[in-house]
């Protein structure tokens, strides 16, 4: 059935279904029960659009040990099915990537998800991935381009970020959650930053190995990748976008360090508090992974954090911060600003936009995950505004596995 003919519920029921969905799937990594959750109906039939967003269905048909009504075990083991399948298709794209790097004579670093099944941080078909995210140095920059097109892939549009491009072939094969057909987009970068919100946080000289060689490399130190998971989580917290396996990612990850690696940590952290932005993912990680970062490292960091920030942190949860929040939030970085003078900026940015922020909202709406439903992303900015200011606006990114959830359950 097609999604856009599936009648919601009440929005505020939707809402509150995605809360306790998310908050409870949150414990299940941690401290799972053999008994299932007190869903309603309701709660049942959104659970896969939950665990898809949190690109966690993979993960759960391996953890849980309860049994749920028969849609909700079939997705699971399809979609534990597609990701692995999924994942040797990534493999199969990374070794051509690497055999054809190495002949050019540049040096690739694999980024954050494949690099943490490179590490054995994960087991294969554990984890999602999305995009394959790949970092050049920036003299490198038009033979990677050169590379990544020679294997008929396209330009898909530049943001502030990365270039992103398109494998040949048809489009996505599934709207909720993975499939093995799906296509691999590539995002190659030539330096790694976060907006937090508005101020770049760049983390290339962390990430980038001193000494790469042609070919592919991994990150320098697992202090390195933990920054790099660290920021990437901060800044989708930015944008309500953080997913339960960025939390998941920072616990293995945190699993895996030695006492060396915190150090090495802590040492780039430095006097300065270059890595203020950590706290609140860290705070959430101990929230649903409870004693899975030293308590010492933790408090160490916590002291460079802005108190707005930390009290904030302290208050919302996993829902707060994430796409199961259902409504377009007008200024979700607010919280991040580190003085008044830059919240204004901030502020300022969210209603007038730049002819840049402009061109990187026509990028995502081409080539986001939501971007078979673009409309927001679309119109005017006068419109935007009007909505935010007589209605409640909700999010493509929600309401599209919302209703593929409720389709699917039909």
Same mark, same amino acid.
């Given at each position: 059935m097609p999604t856009d003919s599936i009648r919601l519920p009440p929005l505020a029921a939707v809402q509150? /279904?995605?809360y306790r969905i998310t908050e409870s799937l949150a414990t299940e990594f941690a401290c799972g029960g053999a008994e299932g959750p007190a869903w309603s109906e309701l709660e049942w039939r959104l659970a896969p659009a939950v665990a898809a967003m949190h690109g966690i269905s993979a993960l759960l048909a391996g953890a849980l040990?309860?049994?749920?009504?028969p849609h909700w075990m079939s997705f699971l083991s399809e979609q534990r099915r597609h990701t692995l399948l999924r994942q040797q298709r990534i493999n199969e794209l990374l070794a051509t990537i690497e055999e054809r790097s190495r002949s050019a004579g540049i040096a690739v670093v694999v980024l954050k998800g494949a690099a943490m099944h490179m590490a054995g941080v994960y087991a294969p078909g554990e984890?999602?991935?999305?995009d394959l995210d790949l970092l050049v140095h920036p003299d490198?920059?038009?033979?990677?381009? /050169?590379?990544?097109?020679?294997?008929s892939y396209r330009d898909a549009g530049t943001t502030w970020k990365h270039q992103g491009f398109d494998p040949p072939?048809?489009?996505r094969s599934a709207i909720l959650g993975e499939h093995a057909d799906n296509p691999i987009k590539i995002d190659l970068h030539h330096r790694i930053s976060e907006r937090l919100?508005?101020?770049p946080t760049d983390l290339t000289d962390l990430v980038y190995p001193p000494h790469a060689q042609p070919g592919l490399n991994g990150y320098p130190c697992a202090a390195a990748l933990m920054a790099h998971v660290l920021a990437h989580a901060a800044g989708s917290m930015t944008c309500r976008g953080l997913r339960l396996v960025q939390l998941h990612d920072i616990c293995r990850l945190a699993r895996r360090m030695s006492d060396?690696?915190?150090?090495?940590?802590i040492r780039l952290h430095g006097s300065d508090g270059r890595f203020w932005w950590a706290t609140p993912p860290l705070m959430l990680t101990e929230r649903y992974f409870p004693g899975a970062v030293p308590r010492g490292v933790r408090a160490h960091l916590e002291r460079g954090c802005p108190w707005v920030l930390r009290q904030a942190s302290r208050r919302r949860t996993l829902a707060d911060f994430s796409y199961s929040h259902l409504y377009i939030d007008p200024m979700p970085g607010i919280i991040w600003a580190r003085s008044a003078t830059q919240a204004l900026r901030y502020v300022a940015s969210r209603v007038f936009l730049t002819s840049e922020q402009r061109q990187q909202m026509r990028v995502a709406s081409r080539t986001g995950p939501w971007s078979a439903d673009p409309r927001w992303r679309e119109q005017s900015q006068t419109r935007r505004i009007l909505q935010w200011l007589s209605s409640r606006p909700t999010r493509t990114e929600t309401l599209q596995p919302v209703r593929a959830a409720l389709a699917r359950a039909h």
């Open positions: 509150s /279904a995605l040990r309860w049994q749920g009504p984890r999602p991935m999305s490198d920059v038009e033979t990677a381009v /050169a590379v990544i097109l020679a294997l072939g048809p489009g919100p508005l101020t060396a690696d915190w150090e090495d940590l």
